[in-house]
């Protein structure tokens, strides 16, 4: 037991430092006052002043934001309604529905690129935010029913049914009983829809016209013309960010549902 | 006679349930459903439309061509599919190799160890996937992280070129997608009964042969949901590719994304191939899952 116990651990240290060192790095070079990336040549916090002052990356932020936040919102109102109307076991659409809620989940996203692309143009939609956030809303969507139905599906119904019993009209138990137990679930469902969105390269390159970019898109755009000075203090906000949302919802979760 | 009535009339009631059940079904559904029925459906049988149409150097014309899929039946875009599959596979491979012991490893560690480890690996894998790639960037640049401590060090003369290169490619993948690979790997080690185990070593296995004989048996969802959620995304990768790969040797991501968005454009062309890709990764996914219903078949038939 020991021999192979020496082994994970020294693998698990391994991936440890291969998933951290390039953020690390990163992070450090971000205070690096230098206009390449070659050498250290003394601490400055001039990109993160140099990045509030640059209104192509405010208005790219702005963008990612409003993406993120209405197509969070819209997927998730859409996750909720499929995945209560999905826990009818008898339902005759069920099959085909859940055919069409993982198949995006298994095919390359570039192809959901594309597909839209093409979609966009035959229709002569004018590209921009609009089109974002509808493709945006198409990847969230799956995930959302699927995460919110998960929950349901391992749910206690003897609450609903005590309520039941207890003569609660239907709509006070839905938003009195159940509602509150599917909540954990609805949350974990928006914040993975929000992470996605945020996330989205490939999707967004494919469906955003000119003059619309949001981060990933603007900070791809940044590293092709080789302007890379603020990117890297505007990535360390970014993985700041990351953290920070990671750690709140664990303490979300914890607060709230114990879980 | 009242006894014999009883069932129908509760039977036709229970029928009206079922249909008022089934209606509330498909109008709770229906959002969703006719949302993916317009965005994710419709947009294929557009993309099988435009596949047999002739290209434009900025459009598309609607004159009916078989241009592209000759050129694809004639081998014209069998590189990138060959160096795009090559390398979703060795990443694949990579992801196992690096994951497995790391997955388990977690399982195996203190409870309250365990969520902490978890969020370290989760931490990155939250993180912008375009920044992950910048940084790997800057660490791997010929003036960058790596090159100028070896320098300094004065352990290599002159930098390493692995930047644009297929080594970076790969590093790269195994580093975006090694958590796809832990996640479901840690759940299903999480879940093995070790008693089994220490059963088996009781009984005379060595540690090696109890492992390949009980573990790694009961983990192999795991290895096989790890491996699609990183072959998949691996093989039509578009982002990794462009900014650390070279230009030189063109993925099939690239490929698609290039006669999407440059020009002189050619929709027909990028429609076939995003058609093959599709066909290909349907057929690999219908051979996984009978791959796997046999496995289950035959791990049933051995315990009978």
Known sequence: ?259 | MNKFQYPTYESSHEQKHRKRLNLQSWILTAPAMLWLLFFFLLPYLIVVIYSFLTPDIYDIKFELSLESYRQIFNGDYLRPFLISFRMAFITTVMCILLGYPVAYFIARSSEKLRSTLLVMIIIPFWTNLIIRIFSWRIFLASNGVLNDTLMSLHLIKAPLEIMRTDLAVGLVMVYVYLPYMILPLYSVIEKIDFTLLNAAMDLGASEVKAFFRVTLPLSLTGIFAGSILVFIPALGAYLITQLVGNQRSLYIGQVITYKIKNIPRNWPMASALSLTLLFLVTVLLAGAYFLWLRNKQRRRGESD
């Open chain 1, 1 to 259: 037991m020991k021999l192979h116990k020496g082994i994970n651990l020294s693998i698990f240290t391994l991936v440890m430092i291969f998933l951290y060192i390039p953020i690390l790095i990163l992070i450090i070079f971000s205070f690096n006052d230098a206009k390449i990336i070659v050498g250290w040549k003394g601490f400055t916090t001039k990109y993160y002043v140099q990045l509030f002052q640059n209104d192509n990356i405010l208005q790219a932020f702005k963008n990612t934001m409003m993406i993120a936040g209405l197509s969070t919102l819209i997927s998730t109102i859409l996750g909720i309604l499929a995945a209560l109307g999905l826990e009818n076991k008898n339902f005759p659409g069920r099959k085909g529905l859940m055919a069409l809620i993982y198949t995006p989940l298994v095919i390359p996203d570039i192809l959901m690129g594309v597909s839209l692309a093409l979609l966009f143009n035959f229709t002569q939609v004018n590209t921009g935010m609009f089109t974002v956030l509808i493709a945006h809303i198409t990847f969230c969507v799956s995930y959302t029913i699927i995460v919110i139905q998960s929950r349901l599906e391992g749910f206690d119904n003897s609450l609903v049914e005590a309520a039941m019993d207890l003569g609660a009209k239907p709509a006070t138990i839905f938003w009195k009983v159940k509602f509150p137990l599917m909540m954990p679930g609805i949350i974990s469902a928006a914040l993975l829809a929000f992470t996605l969105s945020i996330d989205d390269f490939i999707i967004t390159f494919f469906t955003s016209g000119r003059g619309f970019d949001t981060l990933p898109i603007y900070v791809e755009g940044t590293i092709r013309r080789g302007t890379i000075t603020t990117i890297n203090a505007l990535s360390t906000l970014m993985i700041g960010g990351t953290i920070f949302l990671v750690v709140v919802t664990k303490r979300i979760r914890k607060s709230l549902f114990s879980l």
